[in-house]
């Protein structure tokens, strides 16, 4: 069975002169997809390459992504699609944890595929591969990593959650669960086959390729795929092939709205946004209302699928900064440090139980990451009445100060329009006298200085004491994940390892990677 294909495979039968794919100049038909798709798996198979195969892929967004992906589900081999955006002893850490059996690539990443081959094969430094214009292959990119943990029948997918520190952890996905996650992002959204998607996460993070991207394919939609995001593409594109809808992160959302084309670009095709990765600020959110676009939140992560919790878009413009009610088939419970279930209102920790869950984490213990059956996520957040979510922050970024609990996303959403403020984040340090302190990160919008002296004053008319930041350092940028999230653990070190920082402009904290 292939059931993740037939989807696909359903709409070229149905369809086949519609567009299923635009990337650049390039317009697939799901005729011409089909075909991708067939072809390779047929170059999959002449490989060698067969159930159970281990296929990872490094390039940017592209439809050769997709087709490889569609590929893998076919012939029941695992592909593992990996972030461009780390070091090639990164990559083959995770090439070799994953027991990549063939490392499948596009042309404009050929020098780094070929770096991270031959730190797997144990080589010396390699030359680039040949360029042959299309995706190709180092067949024996892990040949010496290993056979890995056996895969399990309907398993399609190991996506990493991490990489750029710590060890590699992969979640197992299987056809089923995908399949899950479709039905769930299409009941949600009210995608159909007249929707148009602009596409510009990477696809490599579960967010990027099947909150939209999946669903919009399995329904007969057009996606217009970008290779990286770009903001003055995004805007033009957004004006003149007139996407009904976008995935879009806050670092991403932020970019976009300090484009100099923002206040002049036509979203008029708009139907509606959806936004996610972490705590959304709600005046990223408030500007694309006043546009007349409302935004709704997808709350989930790489293990859960990750269509977890969602605002419905008919509610975006009601519910500004509520993630939404869990998705068809997903089960809530809020629970405190001891497991308990918390009172509404209060917070507590997310647990949840869904068809679209990881199968389990590949080469970790049967049930790592689960709690009596529940994927304990590490995020915090409160119910309203109505049900719906609100996620305050991770239970790792969570700061007690003298015993009290500090949410940074408070902190951090009223800094958001404070002028001259283009970005900030909230972290806790340690602190003698009482155990954390928060301190206030920002980066300033270029040739706009930020009244510090009127920010802390507005911190002591809006939060209680405990919860003013005790120090506020600017910095040049934030360190990001490749998906644009703050790596709020680097820059907890980069602090104490600079303990004089004042208010004044600190460069290099780290890179903004969009």
């Known amino acids: 069975m292939t059931p993740l294909f037939d989807r696909i495979a359903a709409q070229a039968a149905r369809q086949p002169d519609a567009l299923a794919l635009q990337a650049g100049k390039r317009t697939l038909s799901y005729r011409d997809f089909a075909q991708l798709v067939d072809t390779t798996a047929h170059q999959i198979q002449a490989e060698g390459l067969l159930a159970g195969s281990v296929v990872g892929w490094l390039g940017h967004n592209s439809p050769e992504m997709l087709a490889a992906l569609l590929a893998c589900a076919r012939l029941g081999a695992i592909f593992v699609p990996l972030n461009w955006r780390l070091a090639a ?8 944890h994953a027991g990549v059996s063939a490392l499948k690539h596009t042309p404009e990443l050929a020098g780094l595929a070929g770096q991270v081959r031959a730190l797997v094969a144990g080589a010396g430094p390699p030359g680039p591969p040949p360029d042959r214009g299309g995706a190709e292959t180092d067949t024996d990119a892990g040949a010496n990593a290993g056979a890995g943990a056996a895969p399990q029948p309907g398993d399609v997918m190991r996506v990493y959650t991490s990489g750029t520190s710590g060890e590699p952890k992969a979640a197992v996905h299987t056809q089923a669960g995908m399949l899950a996650n479709i039905d ?62 976008s995935l879009l992160v806050p670092a991403v959302m932020q970019a976009v709205q300090a484009h100099p084309d923002w206040p002049s670009a036509d979203l008029s095709g708009l139907r509606f946004l959806n936004c996610g990765s972490q705590v959304v600020p709600v005046a990223l959110i408030e500007a694309f209302h006043q546009r007349g676009v409302p935004v709704a939140q997808v709350y989930g992560s790489t293990e859960t699928g990750p269509f977890s919790i969602a605002l419905h878009p008919e509610q975006a413009l009601t519910q500004v900064g509520s993630v939404g009610r869990p998705a068809p088939g997903v089960h809530l419970r809020l629970v405190d440090a001891l497991g308990a279930d918390v009172v509404q ?76 403020v283009a970005e900030a984040a909230v972290v806790g340090l340690p602190d003698a006298s009482w155990g954390e302190v928060p ?55 980069a602090l104490a390892a600079a303990p004089d920082l004042t208010g004044a402009a600190h460069p290099g904290v780290g890179p903004v990677l969009l």
């Open 439 to 493: 301190v206030l990160v920002l980066v300033a919008k270029p040739g706009v200085p930020i009244d510090l002296d009127g920010l802390r004053a507005a911190f002591g008319r809006c939060l209680a004491r405990f919860k003013q930041p005790r120090r506020i350092v600017v910095v040049d940028a934030l360190p990001r994940t490749a998906l644009g999230k703050v790596q709020k653990a680097g820059l907890c070190r």
């Open 89 to 96: 002893p990164e990559l083959a850490a995770i090439a070799a």
């Open 184 to 245: 769930m992002a299409l009941a949600v959204q009210g995608l159909t086959a007249n929707d148009r998607v602009l596409a510009v996460l990477p696809l490599f993070h579960v967010g990027g390729l099947c909150i939209q991207v999946l669903p919009a394919l399995a329904v007969g939609a057009a996606v217009n795929l970008h290779a990286r995001f770009d903001s003055a593409a995004w805007l033009h594109d957004v004006a003149t092939w007139r996407p009904t809808t």
């Open 345 to 420: 209102g209060s917070v507590g920790e997310i647990w949840l139980q869904a068809p679209n869950l990881m199968r389990g984490y590949h080469r970790l213990p049967a049930g790592a990451g689960f709690v009596a059956g529940w994927f304990a996520t590490g995020d915090l957040a409160w119910a309203d009445a109505q049900g719906c979510v609100w996620v305050v922050g991770r239970s790792k970024d969570l700061i007690i100060s003298g015993g009290e609990n500090i949410h940074p996303a408070e902190i951090e959403n009223l800094v958001a329009t404070w002028p001259g």
